[in-house]
């Protein structure tokens, strides 16, 4: 349509002549009576023409209509709608409406689509093959497909129109960037053009602008874009529809301006110009850049185009025929197929795709309508033959989602589409989790990713808000589904439903399966009638008979088979915690509620039956329990007890129905602990019948101890796995333990006397068999009795329930109870101590016998004493050995001070005393480290007192000797030396560091004048200087000429704490020549009191120690008193005699 040119120069002439005001142009703007109407938004160009001639001069207005005669651009889309006015255009006169309509009116559409296809992929060879697939999809036969086939062969060809959007234009100059817009039309309808606006300051313009443009020659027409630079910035021609009407025309004004420039050749000229035939258009849409030239020059870019062919109907009409269309051809393919459900990927035949796209472009439809068709289309057949769970994940996905990541929001009508969908599909959802459990076994990968897709497709639902007036669940479809919440709850809570109703439906029909025989019958009729009435079958929802039940025990045994399995259903459902995950749902953890529930329903009742049932227990019957009821009862408790704690991992001690399990079985647990204590004297009996009081390897006490502390312990580990919660409720089991440990305790100790009774009448020794008996019983006392009612902590409960409930009778037996316990084991312990001392008086009995040996013999390994204590420590327990050593210990220090004090007047020599004090500072180390409790200390420390002074009122003969010598030493002139000897001496770090340098001038029997001398080293007393009882003697110097020799040999003494400081302490420093064929011959000696060593040098490097030069002298014959010491050995056991150098063993010196 063109415009008029006279009426756009006569505005502008009003313009100019001022006849338009600022508050008079809003009427004007809107256009309804204005003589200056403004076109409509989708060609822009076209409005900023008409607005132009407000501010053009008389001097544009030949420019301004050459350039609108060169440059029409119309609104396609008004064109078209005035070609049409005249009456129905071609297709809509064979459109359907949109409230109503038929398959078979579909069927009738896809064939008039079929015979006028869109697009350049369809061709009449192909035709006859669509055609004969509608048929088949539609079901129509073929008289009838005839019928309708040329009815839709003499209707009018539908009016195709090219929808098109402008998106983007790339690789531009970068002068040709700022200041774009694209013109586009049909080639052969110039005349027809419309323009985007202007992009400014873009490195990429971008326009994402639509439009159509009405097609007459789909074979001979083609879309023509332009690409166009304007010098200067020209304002958009779409004003902003929240600016004023004063605004508006500013913007008008402004769009004049840019015209005005325009209008010179230098200011705007063409970048490129693109072409794309509208025959090689396809059937869907085209999505291309089409490459930019100008003239015969390169190419000057690209711009990006979005194209598709369509026609004139009513949009909302297609897609409601695009959804039953899509039904209709999935239920097609899957029945062709005849695939397995949950296998089918979704992939349409060609044809069936061919088809959905022609009915595509024929009704204009975008991505949207599309995906929200096929996605409606789907789920309503889904819900008749389910198929793969992946295909409905990605269409929801793409259809929920927005192309920047966000959440796509529904019209009105579209959101009713989409969810009337959802309610097709939810039903195999929740019926999916519904036989989850079922299809457990034959689980695979493939279910897997099927339940996984199921999920997250719920997932996005429930994020997505359902509008209020939607029923999405339905009484009709969920008939199944047991419910708390209503059928109008919530997507999440029904999937909870379903997953109990899943669990539950499992759990019942495993229980239905416990087979209840009529061989035993019982007594009770009571519990038979509890158990129907909560014992039911499951699926197939039968009743329990009164007859068809078996015996309890029978029962028990069942649910102690069955229940563990629970825990294990629960542990592989946990499997699928992870796919629940995106529901914020922990699958494993509502089975097991429903699961404990169930568990509660069932069990308690029984157990409560079966516990009122028991008969009372009396000790004389040799066969308390003889079906094991309360056995069988005690195992179901451990078994609930272990399903119970396994349900804290889940709830983290929220309350459940088990919670309080325990108290069903109160009475049936105090009956089987009494039955308990009657088997476990039994087993000691037999335990100490069997056992021969030989000690078992590595230990003290033989077998039965070993039995009796396993009995304490089952007994006591039975009460703790109980876990009874309340101490109220505790406190009557534990009493009863306490009492049954404390009987055993007795019942052992009194088997025990009897069998030694018997050993002893036999003949032969039986002191091992009687330690091992003592130990048996101190060690049930020690290491059983007194540590299991710490560990029991009985103690603090029965102080506790004094505070608490002390008018309670019950409360003071058990008080009754522990008293007995502690006196009991006062008694025990007083027994244990008299054999101990009887024991011990063996061992003093042969002290007194040998205390006129010498203390040397006193403490030989082999001494009497020594294999006794040697027994006791083997054979008795750690614990009666240390009582053992106390008494003997504090009776050894009485004997030594009676020792001491008939001793003292009769005149013994001090080292009588001394070797007295050795002795017994070696009782006391041997002792003093094991008693217990020593109650002679005072004595002790009086008689080290009285032995310490009488050990030091004389010095030993030998040191004196010593002394002597040195005093000779210091006298001795040239003539009698025997040569001298260098060495350096030095007290460091707690050692004596001594260096032999070398000896010289050293008179020898040699008559060539040579000799093989050697140095020897020793410290002197020698009692007191450990170390130096090694033989420290330096290499010897072979064949060393002119009586000289060098040693240069270093040594290192160890020094007690205080040793350096020693009065009278000595270094001694022998010279000998070694004689291969005989004696080896003293040359000299030399002496070094400590007290002579420089203590300045102390801290100092041993190199800078100054040599000390000492004198060699004569050896003299020893006293004939200390040859005499020598030969008797009555003096110290270490002594200083072995360092003596007597003429007995070297010889005379001349």
Same mark, same amino acid.
């Given at each position: 349509?063109?415009?008029?040119?006279?009426?756009?120069?006569?505005?502008?002439?009003?313009?100019?002549?001022?006849?338009?005001?600022?508050?008079?142009?809003?009427?004007?703007?809107?256009?309804?009576?204005?003589?200056?109407?403004?076109?409509?938004?989708?060609?822009?160009?076209?409005?900023?023409?008409?607005?132009?001639?407000?501010?053009?001069?008389?001097?544009?207005?030949?420019?301004?209509?050459?350039?609108?005669?060169?440059?029409?651009?119309?609104?396609?889309?008004?064109?078209?709608?005035?070609?049409?006015?005249?009456?129905?255009?071609?297709?809509?006169?064979?459109?359907?409406?949109?409230?109503?309509?038929?398959?078979?009116?579909?069927?009738?559409?896809?064939?008039?689509?079929?015979?006028?296809?869109?697009?350049?992929?369809?061709?009449?060879?192909?035709?006859?093959?669509?055609?004969?697939?509608?048929?088949?999809?539609?079901?129509?036969?073929?008289?009838?497909?005839?019928?309708?086939?040329?009815?839709?062969?003499?209707?009018?060809?539908?009016?195709?129109?090219?929808?098109?959007?402008?998106?983007?234009?790339?690789?531009?100059?970068?002068?040709?960037?700022?200041?774009?817009?694209?013109?586009?039309?049909?080639?052969?309808?110039?005349?027809?053009?419309?323009?985007?606006?202007?992009?400014?300051?873009?490195?990429?313009?971008?326009?994402?602008?639509?439009?159509?443009?009405?097609?007459?020659?789909?074979?001979?027409?083609?879309?023509?874009?332009?690409?166009?630079?304007?010098?200067?910035?020209?304002?958009?021609?779409?004003?902003?529809?929240?600016?004023?009407?004063?605004?508006?025309?500013?913007?008008?004004?402004?769009?004049?301006?840019?015209?005005?420039?325009?209008?010179?050749?230098?200011?705007?000229?063409?970048?490129?110009?693109?072409?794309?035939?509208?025959?090689?258009?396809?059937?869907?849409?085209?999505?291309?850049?089409?490459?930019?030239?100008?003239?015969?020059?390169?190419?000057?870019?690209?711009?990006?185009?979005?194209?598709?062919?369509?026609?004139?109907?009513?949009?909302?009409?297609?897609?409601?025929?695009?959804?039953?269309?899509?039904?209709?051809?999935?239920?097609?393919?899957?029945?062709?197929?005849?695939?397995?459900?949950?296998?089918?990927?979704?992939?349409?035949?060609?044809?069936?795709?061919?088809?959905?796209?022609?009915?595509?472009?024929?009704?204009?439809?975008?991505?949207?309508?599309?995906?929200?068709?096929?996605?409606?289309?789907?789920?309503?057949?889904?819900?008749?033959?389910?198929?793969?769970?992946?295909?409905?994940?990605?269409?929801?996905?793409?259809?929920?989602?927005?192309?920047?990541?966000?959440?796509?929001?529904?019209?009105?009508?579209?959101?009713?589409?989409?969810?009337?969908?959802?309610?097709?599909?939810?039903?195999?959802?929740?019926?999916?989790?519904?036989?989850?459990?079922?299809?457990?076994?034959?689980?695979?990968?493939?279910?897997?990713?099927?339940?996984?897709?199921?999920?997250?497709?719920?997932?996005?639902?429930?994020?997505?808000?359902?509008?209020?007036?939607?029923?999405?669940?339905?009484?009709?479809?969920?008939?199944?589904?047991?419910?708390?919440?209503?059928?109008?709850?919530?997507?999440?809570?029904?999937?909870?439903?379903?997953?109990?109703?899943?669990?539950?439906?499992?759990?019942?029909?495993?229980?239905?399966?416990?087979?209840?025989?009529?061989?035993?019958?019982?007594?009770?009729?009571?519990?038979?009638?509890?158990?129907?009435?909560?014992?039911?079958?499951?699926?197939?929802?039968?009743?329990?008979?009164?007859?068809?039940?078996?015996?309890?025990?029978?029962?028990?045994?069942?649910?102690?088979?069955?229940?563990?399995?629970?825990?294990?259903?629960?542990?592989?459902?946990?499997?699928?915690?992870?796919?629940?995950?995106?529901?914020?749902?922990?699958?494993?953890?509502?089975?097991?509620?429903?699961?404990?529930?169930?568990?509660?329903?069932?069990?308690?009742?029984?157990?409560?039956?079966?516990?009122?049932?028991?008969?009372?227990?009396?000790?004389?019957?040799?066969?308390?329990?003889?079906?094991?009821?309360?056995?069988?009862?005690?195992?179901?408790?451990?078994?609930?007890?272990?399903?119970?704690?396994?349900?804290?991992?889940?709830?983290?001690?929220?309350?459940?129905?088990?919670?309080?399990?325990?108290?069903?079985?109160?009475?049936?647990?105090?009956?089987?602990?009494?039955?308990?204590?009657?088997?476990?004297?039994?087993?000691?009996?037999?335990?100490?019948?069997?056992?021969?009081?030989?000690?078992?390897?590595?230990?003290?006490?033989?077998?039965?101890?070993?039995?009796?502390?396993?009995?304490?312990?089952?007994?006591?580990?039975?009460?703790?796995?109980?876990?009874?919660?309340?101490?109220?409720?505790?406190?009557?089991?534990?009493?009863?333990?306490?009492?049954?440990?404390?009987?055993?305790?007795?019942?052992?100790?009194?088997?025990?006397?009897?069998?030694?009774?018997?050993?002893?009448?036999?003949?032969?020794?039986?002191?091992?068999?009687?330690?091992?008996?003592?130990?048996?019983?101190?060690?049930?006392?020690?290491?059983?009795?007194?540590?299991?009612?710490?560990?029991?902590?009985?103690?603090?409960?029965?102080?506790?329930?004094?505070?608490?409930?002390?008018?309670?009778?019950?409360?003071?037996?058990?008080?009754?109870?522990?008293?007995?316990?502690?006196?009991?084991?006062?008694?025990?312990?007083?027994?244990?101590?008299?054999?101990?001392?009887?024991?011990?008086?063996?061992?003093?009995?042969?002290?007194?016998?040998?205390?006129?040996?010498?203390?040397?013999?006193?403490?030989?390994?082999?001494?009497?004493?020594?294999?006794?204590?040697?027994?006791?420590?083997?054979?008795?327990?750690?614990?009666?050995?240390?009582?053992?050593?106390?008494?003997?210990?504090?009776?050894?220090?009485?004997?030594?001070?009676?020792?001491?004090?008939?001793?003292?007047?009769?005149?013994?020599?001090?080292?009588?005393? /001394? +070797?007295?004090?050795?002795?017994? =500072?070696? &009782? #006391?180390? %041997?002792?003093?480290?094991? *008693?217990?409790?020593?109650? !002679?200390?005072?004595?002790?420390?009086?008689?080290?007192?009285?032995?310490?002074?009488?050990?030091?009122?004389?010095?030993?003969?030998?040191?004196?000797?010593?002394?002597?010598?040195?005093?000779?030493?210091?006298?001795?002139?040239?003539?009698?030396?025997?040569?001298?000897?260098?060495?350096?001496?030095?007290?460091?770090?707690?050692?004596?560091?001594?260096?032999?340098?070398?000896?010289?001038?050293?008179?020898?029997?040699?008559?060539?004048?040579?000799?093989?001398?050697?140095?020897?080293?020793?410290?002197?007393?020698?009692?007191?200087?450990?170390?130096?009882?090694?033989?420290?003697?330096?290499?010897?110097?072979?064949?060393?000429? /002119? +009586?000289?020799?060098?040693?240069? =040999?270093? &040594? #290192?003494? %160890?020094?007690?704490?205080? *040793?350096?400081?020693?009065? !009278?302490?000595?270094?001694?420093?022998?010279?000998?020549?070694?004689?291969?064929?005989?004696?080896?011959?003293?040359?000299?000696?030399?002496?070094?009191?400590?007290?002579?060593?420089?203590?300045?040098?102390?801290?100092?490097?041993?190199?800078?120690?100054?040599?000390?030069?000492?004198?060699?002298?004569?050896?003299?014959?020893?006293?004939?008193?200390?040859?005499?010491?020598?030969?008797?050995?009555?003096?110290?056991?270490?002594?200083?005699?072995?360092?003596?150098?007597?003429?007995?063993?070297?010889?005379?010196?001349?």
């Amino acid at each position: 349509m063109e415009l008029n040119m006279d009426e756009m120069l006569s505005a502008g002439e009003r313009v100019l002549n001022g006849g338009l005001e600022d508050e008079e142009q809003p009427a004007a703007v809107n256009g309804t009576d204005s003589e200056l109407p403004l076109p409509p938004v989708e060609t822009p160009h076209q409005g900023r023409e008409s607005i132009l001639m407000s501010e053009l001069g008389k001097e544009g207005m030949d420019v301004l209509a050459g350039l609108i005669r060169s440059e029409p651009v119309v609104n396609c889309d008004k064109a078209a709608a005035e070609d049409g006015a005249d009456g129905k255009s071609n297709a809509e006169s064979h459109s359907l409406t949109i409230n109503e309509f038929t398959e078979e009116q579909l069927y009738c559409e896809l064939l008039y689509q079929t015979h006028h296809p869109l697009g350049n992929d369809v061709s009449d060879a192909n035709q006859g093959q669509i055609f004969d697939f509608l048929k088949t999809a539609f079901r129509i036969d073929d008289k009838k497909h005839e019928e309708k086939k040329n009815e839709a062969k003499i209707k009018d060809k539908p009016d195709v129109k090219l929808n098109l959007e402008i998106i983007e234009v790339r690789d531009l100059k970068s002068s040709e960037t700022s200041g774009t817009s694209a013109v586009y039309y049909l080639k052969n309808q110039p005349d027809n053009k419309a323009e985007s606006d202007v992009q400014h300051d873009k490195k990429i313009p971008v326009w994402n602008e639509k439009g159509s443009l009405p097609i007459s020659d789909k074979e001979n027409d083609a879309l023509i874009v332009e690409i166009w630079k304007y010098a200067e910035e020209v304002p958009n021609a779409s004003p902003s529809s929240n600016k004023t009407v004063k605004d508006k025309i500013g913007t008008l004004k402004n769009m004049a301006k840019g015209l005005v420039l325009n209008s010179k050749n230098a200011d705007r000229k063409c970048s490129g110009i693109a072409e794309i035939l509208i025959k090689d258009i396809p059937s869907g849409a085209m999505d291309e850049w089409i490459p930019l030239k100008k003239e015969q020059k390169k190419a000057r870019g690209e711009v990006h185009v979005l194209l598709s062919l369509g026609t004139s109907r009513d949009v909302q009409v297609g897609c409601k025929e695009h959804r039953r269309l899509v039904r209709v051809l999935v239920r097609s393919e899957l029945e062709n197929r005849a695939k397995a459900p949950f296998t089918w990927d979704g992939r349409l035949s060609d044809t069936a795709e061919q088809v959905l796209t022609q009915h595509r472009a024929h009704a204009s439809l975008d991505e949207s309508h599309v995906q929200l068709a096929r996605w409606a289309g789907f789920c309503d057949q889904h819900e008749e033959t389910p198929f793969n769970f992946h295909v409905l994940e990605a269409m929801l996905k793409k259809l929920t989602t927005t192309q920047d990541g966000a959440h796509r929001t529904f019209a009105n009508h579209e959101a009713k589409v989409f969810w009337d969908a959802n309610r097709n599909l939810l039903p195999t959802c929740l019926k999916f989790i519904r036989f989850l459990f079922k299809m457990s076994n034959s689980y695979g990968n493939a279910m897997e990713a099927q339940l996984s897709s199921m999920l997250r497709i719920l997932a996005i639902l429930i994020e997505i808000k359902p509008p209020e007036d939607i029923d999405m669940f339905p009484s009709y479809k969920y008939t199944w589904l047991k419910t708390d919440h209503g059928h109008n709850s919530k997507l999440k809570r029904k999937v909870l439903d379903a997953i109990k109703h899943s669990a539950r439906e499992w759990i019942e029909e495993r229980f239905a399966k416990i087979e209840f025989g009529e061989e035993e019958k019982e007594d009770n009729p009571q519990c038979w009638a509890i158990l129907s009435k909560y014992k039911d079958g499951g699926v197939a929802k039968r009743k329990i008979k009164v007859q068809e039940i078996a015996n309890p025990k029978a029962l028990l045994s069942c649910y102690n088979n069955e229940i563990p399995g629970l825990k294990e259903c629960v542990l592989s459902s946990s499997f699928h915690d992870e796919q629940f995950k995106c529901l914020d749902i922990q699958y494993s953890k509502v089975v097991l509620q429903v699961f404990d529930n169930k568990v509660n329903q069932v069990v308690r009742p029984l157990v409560l039956s079966i516990c009122n049932s028991l008969k009372k227990y009396d000790p004389k019957d040799k066969e308390p329990d003889p079906q094991n009821k309360s056995t069988d009862l005690v195992c179901l408790y451990f078994t609930l007890k272990n399903f119970n704690e396994f349900e804290d991992t889940y709830f983290h001690g929220e309350k459940v129905k088990c919670s309080d399990f325990h108290n069903w079985f109160a009475r049936g647990v105090s009956q089987w602990l009494d039955i308990t204590l009657l088997k476990a004297m039994n087993m000691i009996k037999a335990a100490v019948e069997l056992d021969q009081l030989e000690p078992l390897d590595d230990v003290k006490f033989s077998s039965s101890a070993v039995d009796v502390l396993g009995i304490f312990d089952m007994l006591e580990k039975d009460l703790r796995a109980l876990k009874w919660p309340d101490e109220k409720d505790e406190f009557p089991l534990m009493a009863k333990l306490v009492k049954s440990i404390t009987a055993c305790t007795k019942h052992y100790a009194d088997q025990i006397r009897q069998k030694v009774v018997k050993v002893t009448d036999l003949p032969g020794d039986y002191e091992i068999q009687l330690c091992t008996a003592i130990n048996n019983i101190e060690h049930i006392l020690v290491e059983g009795l007194e540590p299991l009612m710490k560990k029991l902590n009985v103690e603090a409960l029965f102080m506790t329930l004094t505070k608490i409930r002390s008018h309670i009778p019950e409360c003071h037996k058990g008080l009754k109870v522990l008293s007995r316990v502690v006196d009991a084991a006062e008694n025990a312990d007083q027994k244990m101590m008299e054999i101990v001392q009887e024991v011990s008086e063996k061992i003093l009995k042969v002290v007194r016998e040998n205390q006129s040996l010498s203390p040397t013999r006193f403490m030989s390994p082999i001494s009497p004493i020594n294999i006794h204590l040697g027994v006791l420590k083997r054979q008795l327990s750690k614990h009666n050995y240390h009582r053992a050593i106390t008494f003997i210990w504090e009776s050894i220090v009485e004997l030594i001070k009676q020792i001491v004090d008939t001793t003292h007047m009769e005149d013994k020599p001090p080292g009588f005393y /001394k +070797n007295l004090k050795k002795s017994l =500072e070696f &009782f #006391e180390s %041997a002792f003093s480290r094991e *008693s217990l409790a020593f109650k !002679n200390g005072e004595l002790l420390e009086a008689t080290k007192t009285i032995l310490e002074t009488l050990s030091k009122n004389s010095i030993d003969p030998v040191h004196k000797f010593y002394l002597e010598r040195l005093v000779v030493q210091g006298k001795v002139d040239d003539y009698d030396k025997r040569g001298q000897i260098n060495v350096l001496l030095q007290f460091q770090e707690k050692s004596l560091k001594i260096e032999i340098l070398n000896v010289r001038n050293l008179r020898t029997r040699s008559k060539e004048g040579d000799c093989s001398p050697y140095v020897r080293i020793d410290l002197i007393p020698k009692q007191n200087f450990p170390d130096s009882n090694k033989k420290l003697k330096t290499k010897i110097q072979k064949r060393s000429l /002119k +009586n000289c020799a060098t040693f240069e =040999e270093y &040594f #290192e003494i %160890a020094m007690a704490d205080g *040793s350096e400081n020693m009065e !009278n302490a000595l270094v001694h420093l022998v010279v000998k020549d070694y004689n291969r064929f005989g004696h080896n011959m003293v040359i000299g000696e030399t002496l070094v009191r400590f007290d002579k060593i420089n203590r300045d040098y102390a801290n100092k490097a041993f190199a800078d120690v100054p040599q000390m030069e000492l004198p060699l002298i004569d050896l003299v014959d020893v006293p004939q008193d200390l040859v005499r010491i020598k030969k008797s050995k009555t003096c110290d056991t270490v002594t200083d005699l072995d360092t003596i150098a007597t003429n007995e063993s070297t010889g005379t010196l001349n």
